[in-house]
């Protein structure tokens, strides 16, 4: 399957129909339950949309930019008619969704057909997805190796070539760390630029959606699909959506680029720095810039959202703690513990982070950073060994990911990899409501096959 814009182009064009795209998927989808991506397939309303698809082109009305493309949701976007788990065992006893979500009736009216709902950790609190209630989502490229999380499932669909586009979130690096283990782009845009409505929260000061994709053209064309103030979501921006589609080849020979130095520099696997410098030599980059007391920054974040997501599920904690995922309901137990101070305390360090870092975008455009701090860990794994200490795995792997979300920053995770090896992902860093021209620097980068997805 090629990547989201050919299928488009192909349906409009009658070269393939919407309902011989769907039937391919759904096939794949079958083909591949071992990775345990998806955890509900919606085949027969899959169908239905596709055969209104090729309707509308016979009848020769436009049927979208998207159109007869298959994709699939993490399972916390409300889908009509299907209950809304957030990895979570207790929503399973909740009523069906009543609408969409706005992102996927977005992506439904742009003429994209959902085939699924897709696995990911218990209220999106993790970065392994091995999920106690719905089974660990295993890596296309390594079955024995995590897909990373929360949007465990949707990037593994997207790697293991069952669907070419899919939704996930991102709190603390729950889209770049998958994308990164996967090899698939994955993008968290601004905070508050895309509609959460109809999305299950976990840290709402730190919570975004965005897509997962194979071409960095999949991805300009979603987030512009995306794009758009919504009511229903207090935080989205009255901002006029902003085009980056047509901004793709506009050349980034006047950006100016650098390799985030010190922390992100450390702690890491040799493989994971030596992504980020082939990065930076294809780019002919070698400036570095310090982002001061990013491991503060790490720290903070890690205690809001804790704070947030044991306050968002007090009530179920209370009542119903023998029913969590061990791995969340330990972590949302302690958060609850957390003195209220130190919170507030957090809160006021954001504000100074923030602003050092925007100093930081007067003099920069773009800033490089490795995604993740390792490959994939084997399922299973606890621990592993970095700069010759031994530390716990679920809690490390948002190393570099998570001082950026901190500030709400928009984030490409660009896949890079070596013959003979796992996949790893390079950050793109950009300023917020500056998406395109991190998608420029991308584009550059897959043009010249220096990136590329990792398909398996």
């Known amino acids: 399957m090629n990547d989201a814009v050919s299928i488009a182009a192909a349906v409009r064009e009658s070269r393939l129909s919407a309902v011989e795209v769907a039937q391919t998927a759904l096939k794949c989808i079958t083909q591949r339950k071992e990775l345990n991506c998806f955890t509900a397939i919606t085949d027969d309303s899959a169908l239905q949309d596709a055969q209104q698809i090729d309707r509308a082109i016979a009848l020769g009305n436009n049927p979208g930019s998207l159109a007869g493309v298959p994709f699939a949701v993490k399972n916390l976007y409300d889908v009509a008619g299907i209950t809304t788990l957030a990895g979570a065992k207790i929503n399973a006893e909740n009523p069906p969704a009543s609408q969409d979500a706005t992102a996927v009736a977005k992506l439904k009216q742009a003429g994209a057909v959902l085939v699924g709902t897709l696995n990911m950790d218990e209220y999106a609190y993790g970065f392994v997805t091995e999920n106690a209630h719905y089974g660990a989502t295993h890596n296309p490229h390594d079955v024995n190796r995590v897909a990373g999380g929360s949007s465990g499932g949707s990037a593994a669909a997207v790697a293991a070539d069952l669907v070419p586009l899919t939704l996930g979130t991102d709190t603390n690096g729950s889209i770049r760390v998958p994308a990164a283990f996967c090899g698939v782009f994955g993008l968290k845009p601004t905070y508050g630029r895309l509609s959460r409505a109809g999305v299950t929260l976990f840290s709402s000061s730190l919570d975004h959606v965005g897509p997962f994709a194979r071409s960095v053209r999949d991805i300009a064309t979603v987030f512009d699909v995306l794009q758009g103030y919504d009511d229903r979501d207090p935080v989205c921006t009255q901002r006029s959506p902003e085009l980056c589609l047509p901004q793709l080849n506009r050349g980034i020979e006047n950006l100016r680029i650098a390799i985030a130095g010190d922390y992100f520099t450390k702690g890491a696997e040799p493989e994971a720095i030596e992504a980020v410098e082939q990065v930076a030599q294809a780019l002919d980059i070698t400036e570095y810039i310090t982002i001061p007391e990013a491991q503060r920054a790490r720290a903070a974040a890690f205690l809001i959202t804790s704070c947030e997501g044991a306050n968002l599920h007090m009530e179920k904690l209370r009542t119903r703690s023998q029913d969590f995922d061990f791995a969340t309901r330990d972590r949302f137990l302690a958060g609850a513990l ?105 584009a550059t980068l897959e043009a010249k096959g220096n990136i590329s997805t990792y398909t398996s």
């Not at 950026?404 to 928009?410: A, T, V, Y």
Request: proline share 10%; glycine share 6%.
């Open 338 to 442: 957390i003195p209220s101070h130190w919170y507030i305390q957090a809160q006021r360090f954001r504000r100074w982070f923030r602003d050092r870092v925007r100093e930081i975008f007067q003099r920069v455009d773009i800033i490089l950073a490795p995604t993740t701090p390792c490959f994939a860990p084997l399922i299973g794994q606890k621990t592993m060994i970095l700069d010759g200490e031994e530390i716990l795995i679920r809690p490390h792997l948002g190393l570099f990911t998570q001082p950026l979300s901190f500030i709400g920053l928009p984030v490409l995770s660009v896949p890079i990899h070596r013959s003979g090896s796992l996949p790893l992902g390079v950050q793109l860093i950009a300023a917020p409501y500056n998406e395109a021209l991190i998608l420029q620097v991308a």
